[in-house]
């Protein structure tokens, strides 16, 4: 059987490897029927790929044919633009002769917005698989392109998991082109460059790399683009693939890339410098370099009250460590350093602690994971039950284990406080990661007591502090320390005093807006 | 992106370093060091702080004096170019063994408290392994990263230092730190020496200049960070005098922890000591971290190899026994009352410094003729 | 292969653990005696816990069920291991709010136990100390009727009371710590006894003990406490009764300062006490009138002002004369006036029954309370 199958599957390999290089030695026929003949067997005779062969302009003998894939076209202006100036307009034979059948039909036939010349046939069949329609031409080497991408895709709807009060409340969708015109419409600096590639073997995807020329460090925008040049998969369904790839440090908890759903704030970043990273097919966008204080931002920040928001942000760090680190910090107290905390608070946490037959440990780890196991159970459930299970669940059984004897009335509040408190991150990603870092925290703390928890806290920032995200540090602008990046960081300053770009990107163009001299 | 190559060095900045300097610096005297001073000069011993940073201050001076006249160079690279290759050598290994010495100390005095005061008894091979792989994983990260980690307590320290200053104000007694001019200079000269070598350690500024971006402005760092590290470390000894009185600094080991121990700021604000406890292990981990990187780099250049990350896997161990060895605490402390003080302060960190200064300028300036 | 190298270290060292004791073994104890034993001459330490009503329904009621447990031992250490033998949980010295020392062994000396609690990270050094009028055991046994725990009925009275009167002295042990460690080791400490109201049993803290050179030797009642807080400065919302026309007046003290100053005069050492302080009239009955007499005020700040003198006066006074400065005087020439210090510190305790007093006191009457002057109805 082996050395059949041997055959036979290098035959198949064979056979794939030969299409492969005979699509990609296939040259534009003059003749169309050969043309049609070559689309035909590349995309295998597929039922969605139409090919059309119709007269030029009511001659019996110039014939033009059509190859485009149902479904992806607009078929009216297939209809309207293509097809029927093709037929129905009369071909001028002087004008015909002189400049060619290929750029006659282009400049006075198709009244179709981007139409392009073709020379290889491979690229024909990407614009095909793309939904633009090929015009191939009787007696003419090159081919046409043009645009009529019209699939049905999602409308503009506010994101989910990024909705703000206040703002604007667009999200992305699946579509690049539409993605990359929302971003156009805050951004009318004639220095935006959008540069295209693809990526992913199978699915090409199309990626876009957006930056503003001047404002963003070349040496970022030139690493993005060298990492995703480099990356080798057979498709890329989601961002998350292209972030994994180029990420510098991808087995982390802590994000180096950011994605989000939202074009305010791929708009706000790109004003600061960074580079976003448009991937076809799916509406989150990757920003690069990311660092760790964005975690606490959120673009309803910059539209809200400039000292309210500086408030909440604090309030949102303090949700960060919270969420982290209190259940270490409780088990550590409770086992090991009972002298640590007030005397009232000793004597509440002891008669709470009375008839419980579990140990401390036993006792925090089994409510931590009844609440992951609701948690679960709230966001897969169907329909709206599922956050109405999550919260009564989180409050009836919460209760009922307090009255059952099974856990302290203690250590509800603070693993119901940890939950919440990973909550109130803005980030989606964040809240993420943040579900499980309490654990190991809680272990260590078990473990070896106030030592422990010491030893977590500073564990954790070496690790935060030797990430880089492309070059930048990732705790900047906390450390190194820079006075003037922090006056986004933690505190939100008004408007009027943040005249400068972030300095950890290197770039020309550093202010703003022009800065007001002393004395107005 | 850390390379461990020699072309590019610089991974900090000025401020960098001087955020460096303070944490290493303080890390173990603002916890250890108001009681071996109260010892001796009593009331004044804030004073005497100031005294001992002023000498640190000159040491600072020549420190700086020195490395710049080498700026791309450690002091193990260029003593060869001082003072010969032998000699070179030999000033280099002395420096090295002190730094080693200082870095196995601080390491057995990091677990004091959580042997003796923390009431809990943590087998003290396991605080140290578990201290030394962190401190190892900071290492094997660079530079940067250890720079980046100070930068962060450093934040965290000013709103510490704030809490001690501010908290314990319930129990002031001013008449416990009178009178404010000293009416016995000598008590305070004499209790000087002990904070002056803590603050003296300035010497690994040596060892850290090449990794400095911007030199310019390298003096006025060094010596800033000197003098603010004096300044805390009088107001924090001030504040201990004030409300605990001198006689029982005197007897408390770790006064600093019991400071905040007995600080009531309201009937639920009590027991703070936890926030201690946190910051002293951030402090120590930072200097633990710095002097390995040193040592390991030093090691490196000595032997001429290429990357010090190898090094940096054998020292590890080495220290983790070392710090082992003392069986009990009096043997601990007499590291620093008896070898410290008086030999190691002396001859390494203040003559020789000043030895290859003068060397140096001389030679320079017989090449120029 | 790095990293599953370094994982397993971290595992297996922290495997290691050490001895782990959580929080439901213990039992708080709140209050901490200590006696001498009749029979064998060495210590008798009674502990008290709180009975733990909390669980399943309400949540954690502490109630103010206490019970009482006691060891006895050659050293305290000892003592207190065998209280450990007798109670139902280990209890937890950690969060000791007051000692109680017992009068017969406070006589002997409580040397021993001031080094216990400096030195071992088992004990605290923030209880409030008493010392027991009688033996402790017997006052902590008592059946007290509270509605909160002894301890902090205790701690109530010393934090709060203390803004409403200065008849009594406490000091929690750190400060005590430093009196009894700076010369010349002489300091007061609270004093507590067990009164009985008819049927009822209740705490009453009143007074002061003095210690000298850790042993007691003597103890100070009400007037003399209030003496020594005028001394020192606590005197805030005290009252000073005062006689006008030949009638009580009460005056209350909202608060103020007092200075103490040693001057060399010749060849005695004088002792200058500046007292600074303002008040208002609380009752009289002998209808002053201030609406018609602003001299009126006048008046009754001297004469406020010498009953403060009398009552400082007599209290350095009965210090002197039992030759033991608890008064802190010699610490405050240390710090005042080290060069003097240093030549007669040897000889303090022949100086200090001759050192005089210079008392001048400087009270302001600010207001007169809700009325000015009473109609003479009565």
Request: glycine share 6%; charged share 20%.
């Amino acid at each position: 059987m082996s050395f059949l199958d041997k055959l036979f599957n290098k035959k198949n390999e064979q056979d794939q490897q030969d299409k492969q290089k005979q699509a990609e030695d296939t040259k534009i026929d003059k003749s169309v029927d050969n043309n049609i003949k070559n689309v035909k067997r590349t995309l295998n005779e597929n039922f969605d790929v139409i090919t059309r062969k119709v007269s030029l302009g009511g001659k019996s003998d110039q014939f033009v044919a059509l190859a485009y894939l149902d479904g992806m076209v607009d078929k009216n202006v297939l209809n309207q633009s293509i097809l029927r100036p093709i037929m129905l307009k009369p071909v001028d034979d002087m004008k015909f002769h002189d400049m060619g059948p290929g750029r006659y039909v282009r400049e006075f036939m198709i009244t179709a917005n981007d139409v392009e010349e073709v020379d290889k046939f491979s690229d024909c069949i990407n614009f095909i698989l793309n939904g633009c329609t090929i015009v191939f031409i009787d007696g003419c080497e090159k081919a046409l392109m043009c645009e009529t991408r019209g699939w049905i895709q999602r409308s503009i709807d506010e994101p989910q998991n990024e909705a703000i009060a206040k703002g604007p409340h667009s999200g992305f969708n699946e579509t690049l082109l539409t993605n990359v015109t929302l971003i156009r419409r805050y951004i009318k600096d004639p220095n935006l460059h959008f540069e295209p590639l693809t990526v992913g073997r199978a699915s090409r995807t199309n990626v876009v790399v957006a930056f503003i020329d001047g404002i963003s460090d070349n040496n970022i925008v030139e690493e993005v683009k060298r990492r995703l040049k480099g990356i080798d998969i057979d498709g890329v369904l989601d961002s998350s693939y292209i972030a994994e790839f180029i990420s510098d440090s991808p087995l982390s908890p802590f994000a180096t890339i950011l994605s989000t759903e939202r074009p305010d704030k791929v708009a706000a970043n790109m004003l600061e410098g960074k580079v976003a990273i448009f991937v076809d097919g799916t509406p989150d966008v990757l920003m690069a370099p990311f660092l760790f204080m964005e975690f606490i931002q959120s673009p309803d920040d910059y539209y809200e009250d400039s000292m309210i928001s500086s408030l909440v942000r604090i309030l949102r760090m303090l949700a960060l460590f919270t969420a982290v680190y209190l259940p270490g910090f409780y088990i550590a107290i409770v086992t090991f350093n009972q002298e640590m905390i007030p005397t009232t608070l000793t004597l509440s946490l002891m008669s709470g602690r009375f008839f419980v037959p579990f140990s401390p440990f036993a006792e925090i780890l089994f409510m931590m994971i009844l609440i992951e196991i609701l948690r679960e159970a709230g966001i897969h459930f169907p329909g709206t039950i599922g956050q109405t299970i999550s919260i009564v669940g989180a409050l009836v059984v919460g209760q009922s284990a307090v009255s059952a004897g099974l856990v302290s009335p203690f250590v509800v509040i603070v693993v119901s406080i940890t939950t919440l408190a990973s909550y109130s991150v803005p980030s989606y990603t964040a809240s993420y990661m943040m579900r499980f870092l309490p654990y190991p925290v809680l272990i260590v703390s078990a473990l070896l007591g106030i030592y422990g928890f010491a030893w977590c806290l500073i564990a954790m920032m070496v690790h935060l502090a030797s990430l880089e995200s492309f070059g930048v540090p990732y705790l900047a602008p906390i450390a190194p320390f820079n006075l003037r990046d922090n006056q986004d960081t933690v505190l939100r300053m008004p408007r009027w005093i943040m005249t400068y770009r972030p300095s950890y990107i290197k770039a020309e163009n550093k202010k703003r807006m022009a800065t007001k001299k002393k004395g107005k | 992106m850390n390379n461990t190559n020699d072309t590019k060095r610089a991974c900090m900045d000025t401020r960098g370093y001087t955020f460096l300097m303070i944490n290493t610096l303080i890390s173990l005297p603002i916890f250890l060091s108001p009681s071996p001073t109260v010892a001796v000069s009593r009331q004044y011993a804030w004073l005497s702080v100031l005294v001992g940073t002023a000498q640190a201050l000159m040491v600072g001076y020549v420190v700086i004096k020195l490395g710049l006249t080498y700026p791309d160079k450690t002091i193990i690279e260029y003593s060869q170019d001082i003072v010969g290759k032998f000699a070179g050598k030999i000033v280099g290994l002395i420096f090295l063994a002190v730094f080693l010495s200082i870095s196995v100390m601080a390491l057995r005095e990091f677990t004091l408290p959580f042997q003796g005061f923390v009431s809990i008894n943590i087998p003290l091979p396991t605080l140290l392994i578990m201290t030394m792989l962190l401190v190892t994983y900071a290492v094997i990260r660079g530079l940067k990263t250890i720079s980046i980690c100070s930068d962060v307590i450093i934040q965290f320290f000013i709103g510490f230092i704030l809490i001690l200053l501010i908290l314990p104000t319930k129990n002031l007694n001013i008449l416990n730190i009178k009178p404010i001019i000293p009416h016995d200079w000598g008590r305070v000269v004499r209790g000087s020496f002990d904070s002056a070598a803590f603050l003296a350690e300035d010497v690994i500024g040596l060892m850290l200049i090449p990794y400095v971006s911007n030199k310019d402005k390298l003096m006025k760092g060094n010596q800033l960070a000197v003098l603010l590290s004096g300044i805390a470390l009088s107001a924090v000894t001030a504040m201990e005098i004030v409300t605990m009185s001198y006689e029982r600094v005197d007897s408390t080991i770790f006064s600093t922890f019991m400071l905040l121990r007995e600080a009531q700021f309201s009937s639920s604000l009590e027991r703070i000591e936890s926030i201690a406890i946190a910051m002293w292990g951030g402090l120590v981990f930072v200097k633990l971290s710095v002097y390995l990187y040193i040592l390991a780099d030093g090691l490196r250049q000595l032997l001429g190899l290429k990357d010090y990350k190898p090094i940096v896997y054998i020292l590890a161990p080495i220290i983790t026994y070392l710090a082992v060895l003392p069986r009990d605490i009096s043997e601990i402390l007499v590291f620093p009352n008896k070898v410290w003080v008086p030999i190691i302060y002396l001859a390494v960190l203040i003559i020789l410094p000043v030895i290859l200064l003068l060397i140096s300028t001389i030679r320079k300036q017989g090449e120029k003729k | 292969m790095k990293r599953i190298l370094v994982l397993f270290l971290i595992i297996s060292v922290l495997l290691t653990y050490g001895c782990s004791m959580p929080i439901e073994n213990y039992n708080m104890v709140l209050i901490f005696g200590i006696d001498k034993d009749e029979k064998t001459g060495g210590y008798e330490v009674t502990l008290q816990m709180p009975k733990m009503a909390g669980g399943k329904e309400e949540g954690t009621s502490l109630g103010n069920e206490t019970f009482t447990v006691s060891g006895v031992g050659r050293s305290i250490e000892l003592a207190v291991k065998d209280a450990y033998v007798k109670s139902s949980k280990v209890p937890f010295l950690g969060h000791i709010q007051v000692v109680l020392i017992g009068e017969d062994i406070g006589r002997e000396g409580i040397v021993e136990m001031a080094d216990l609690f400096k030195r071992d990270p088992k004990y605290t050094l923030t209880p409030w100390l008493f010392t027991v009028d009688g033996r402790a055991k017997d006052l902590m046994e008592a059946k007290l009727e509270y509605d909160v725990l002894p301890a902090f009925a205790i701690i109530h009275t010393v934090r709060d009371v203390s803004r409403y009167t200065i008849k009594f002295y406490a000091v929690q042990f750190n400060k005590f710590l430093e009196g009894i460690e700076a010369l010349p080791h002489a300091t007061l400490m609270g004093r507590i006894k067990l009164v009985e109201d008819g049927d009822n049993k209740l705490l009453e803290i009143s007074g002061a003990s003095i210690y000298k050179d850790g042993k007691l030797v003597g103890m100070l009642n009400a007037q003399d406490a209030a003496g020594y807080n005028w001394l020192t400065g606590r005197f805030k919302n005290a009252d000073a009764a005062i006689s006008y026309k030949g009638q009580p007046m009460n005056v209350g003290i909202e608060g103020g300062t007092t200075n103490i100053w040693p001057i060399v005069r010749g060849n005695t050492l004088v002792y200058k006490v500046v007292t600074e302080a303002t008040g208002y009239v609380q009752w009289a009955s002998s209808y002053p009138d201030f609406e018609s007499d602003p001299e009126l005020i006048e008046e009754l700040n001297a004469a406020t002002g010498e009953r403060i003198k009398k009552l400082i006066s007599d209290t350095v006074k009965d210090a002197q004369d039992q030759g033991i400065d608890y008064l802190g005087f010699e610490k405050i020439l240390e710090h005042k006036d080290p060069v003097l210090w240093e030549q007669i510190k040897d000889d303090w305790d022949e100086v200090f029954p001759n050192i005089e007093l210079e008392i001048h006191t400087d009270v302001t009457i600010k207001n007169t309370g809700w009325i000015l002057n009473n109609p003479e109805l009565y």
